[in-house]
């Protein structure tokens, strides 16, 4: 056993135009992959508990349509970064998608989990920190 720690860059050069890498137009697809597989299943956890939460602990404190907006932001990672996988494993077998969206959802599944989270936290911050302004929001 050795104590290196293993790269993550392809040490050999592009052999061909047909190489994994220049086909998915990312340098590391499979980092990519691995990064919207954990992001798909990080949305689901996180749009789970925020339902779940928003039903129960805090059914009486949020608006439907607060849970409502919170929940499409990050229903909509998580399908931005199952899309992005799909496009990976289909460009890695040599077939053209309809519609590459891998590097796009690079900066957008971040983005959209972000602000599904952060809806979330602000509605319920203003029900217990200014419940005027909340109630005027419901």
Known sequence: MTDELPTLKNTA???????????????????AYDYFKSMTSLSVAALGGMLTLGGTVFGARL????????ALALAVSGMLALQAQTDIVQQSQGVKPPLNSSRAALRLVPAFFGVGLGLFLT???LSYVAPNLASKLR
């Open 63 to 70: 608006a439907s349509w607060q849970m409502g907006a919170a």
């Open 13 to 31: 050069p592009l052999a061909e135009a047909g190489d994994k890498s220049s086909r998915t137009g990312l340098a590391e697809p499979a980092l």
């Open 123 to 125: 509605f319920l911050l």
